[in-house]
């Protein structure tokens, strides 16, 4: 067996490579803006932008190959903390943040920050109560840390299982994302480009797990950061001569809503959270921007916030990368560098967004019907706008206006006239971090599913080597994600709340249990992960229609009541049943050191030393 991963070190030239990395993404960038002006076709201008930095994802996963069970799981548990802030941050946002978070704060301007602001929140609340000890317990998976939290093969299996509704709806959804671009700007069909998303993904996983995932992940947010970060700074120096929306984008509230009434939007009153928020299908905008809870009313505001924070604390797939890193004081580091990279993010959008209304209807404000923009036109021609003049009166009013939320990324550079090699940019920068998030929740899913249930069934791997089970997972499962996607349509951004609020009602009780409760117990682990899950399955599979007259249930509601249920079961069972193992009492009090060898390593470091 090899030495302990801890005495391995970083690459100390990381820094370097990805410095290389990023210099040879801006160079490709401005040869393309040169190649425009010299008459290149805008088909040629995306193939390049897109499909080279998709051939670096797949030379770095090819250069991070390993056959290592440790690198495959856990990139030997020495990724520098930045690059793992890298990658959760990637993975918190990927494309549904990039795409549909932007597009709802374009429909329901600030009302829509309670999505940002919990995202940035769970990864704080997940870096004081559950990362620094799941370092410190070192499990490949969440499942694999409460197997061995409660000595439980049983609930390993059941917590590995009930992943999948959070973890699989993500991963459609990136994946989504990533054909979406493919199919607008490559020109492929709907079910080629998922194929093509599938296949790259499935590559990235297989050739060295959370290795190759982790150092391509981290050249996909590089890139991402740069084609979100650049046209939103252009545009910035155009509107507000200064290069820092998230500061300055202020100064366009005034003209802006002066745009607004023109273009005849007024204040609106907020209706149910299950129809505030904005669906693929493009619809014309109704609240200004700047309205308080004109769409979400302050209950809704909060429990929506509630859950997604909860969510995001809870979900496996960021939790799987707390082993990744030397130290349970790197893990803490890596957190903060993510919850930094989220939070800019989150006050970049707002920017964003308050951007594309201005230029929109400003335009439309002050042109007749018959002669619309050429950014409209452009717009029109890839599906994310359609405007026509209903009532005859020769202009375009904001009702006759029918936007694409998941488009309104791409619509700032057009709508700011900015060459076509920006808008490209963007593209490449949401495909980026969508393939990154989406190969997280693919090796979040299939790891687990191999390691913690089929392993359980085949604990000696008898029938077939550890890491050909989990090649043989990964294909199947990103097999099953794309033939659900060529043949069911979802909604991007509904189908992340439903995932985060699976994440938060299974997940979070039992975690907290787990981590902070010594008398916690496998019985009382399993009723609240049943609880918890049993309330959110309810919810969907009678489709909010729980309630009694108009008081139905909601996701977010339900995710909260699940919580709720979840601790309360997690608290009766443990209670009720018999108290706790002494090998449990005795992992958990090691758990709460923070210093010393991971507890997983050093069992394996002592089974191996027992059988030599």
Not at 265 to 278: E, F, H, M, Q
Not at 512 to 537: P, Y
Not at 576 to 600: H, I, V, W
Request: glycine share 8%.
């Amino acid at each position: 067996m090899r030495a302990p991963s801890r005495l391995r070190q970083a690459n100390p030239h990381l820094g370097a490579y990805y410095g290389i990395i990023t210099s040879a993404f801006v160079s490709l960038v401005i040869c393309l803006a040169m190649f425009e002006q010299l008459g290149w076709r805008q088909i040629c201008l995306a193939e390049a932008m897109i499909l080279l930095p998709l051939g670096l994802y797949l030379v770095i996963a090819v250069g991070a190959r390993t056959l290592n069970v440790q690198d495959f799981f856990a990139s030997g548990r020495r990724v520098p903390p930045v690059f793992n802030g890298f990658v959760l941050a990637a993975v918190l946002i990927g494309g549904t943040g990039f795409f549909a978070y932007a597009g709802t704060l374009f429909f329901l301007g600030f009302d829509a920050l309670a999505i940002g602001l919990a995202w940035t929140a769970g990864l704080l609340v997940s870096g004081l109560l559950f990362v620094p000890y799941l370092r410190k317990a070192g499990a490949y998976t969440v499942p694999a840390f409460l197997g061995q939290r409660f000595r439980s093969r049983w609930l390993r299996a059941m917590a590995s299982l009930l992943q999948l509704p959070p973890v699989a709806l993500l991963l459609a959804a990136e994946i989504k994302i990533a054909a979406m671009i493919a199919v607008i700007f490559l020109l492929l069909s709907y079910q080629l480009a998922v194929a093509g998303a599938a296949t790259i993904i499935t590559f990235v996983t297989l050739v060295g797990g959370m290795r190759s995932l982790t150092w391509s992940a981290s050249a996909a947010f590089i890139i991402g950061a740069i084609g979100f970060a650049v046209p939103l700074i252009i545009v910035s120096v155009q509107l507000t001569n200064l290069p820092a929306p998230q500061l300055t984008y202020g100064e366009i509230f005034a003209p802006l809503q002066r745009s607004e009434m023109i273009a005849g939007i007024s204040p609106s009153t907020p209706g149910p959270l299950t129809t505030a928020l904005p669906a693929e299908r493009p619809r014309p905008s109704a609240k200004p921007f700047l309205q308080p809870f004109g769409a979400v009313s302050q209950t809704d505001f909060l429990t929506l916030f509630l859950c997604l924070t909860l969510g995001t604390a809870a979900l496996p797939s960021l939790l799987v990368r707390s082993g990744v890193t030397s130290s349970v004081a790197d893990q803490r580091r890596s957190v903060a560098w993510g919850a930094l990279f989220v939070a800019l993010f989150a006050a970049s959008a707002p920017a964003l967004a308050a951007f594309v209304r201005l230029l929109m209807f400003q335009d439309i404000a002050q042109t007749p019907a018959s002669a619309l923009p050429s950014w409209l036109n452009e717009l029109h021609a890839y599906r994310l706008i359609l405007a026509q003049d209903a009532n005859g009166d020769g202009a375009i009013e904001a009702s006759e206006l029918f936007i694409a939320r998941d488009g309104i990324a791409l619509a700032l550079p057009m709508a700011a006239r900015l060459p076509f090699v920006c808008t490209v940019l963007m593209a490449a920068a949401g495909m980026a971090i969508a393939l990154a998030a989406a190969a997280s929740h693919l090796f979040t899913l299939a790891g687990s599913l191999a390691d913690d249930v089929i392993r359980g069934i085949d604990p000696r791997n008898n029938v077939l080597p550890r890491l050909m089970v989990v090649w043989v997972a990964i294909a199947a499962t990103v097999l099953s994600a794309a033939v659900f996607l060529a043949f069911t349509e979802i909604d991007l951004m509904q189908t992340a709340v439903t995932a985060f609020a699976f994440a938060a009602a299974t997940f979070f009780p039992v975690l907290l249990l787990a981590i902070w409760w010594q008398r916690c117990t496998r019985w009382g682990a399993m009723a609240a992960l049943v609880l918890g899950f049993g309330a959110m399955a309810l919810e969907v599979g009678f489709g909010g229609n729980l309630g009694p007259g108009h008081a139905q249930l909601t996701i977010v509601i339900a995710a909260l009541i699940g919580v709720t249920l979840g601790l309360i079961g997690g608290l009766a069972g443990s209670l009720l049943g018999p108290r706790p193992s002494a090998p449990e009492e005795t992992y958990f009090e090691e758990l709460r050191d923070p210093g010393g060898e991971a507890l997983y390593d050093r069992a394996q470091r002592r089974a191996a030393a027992a059988t030599q």
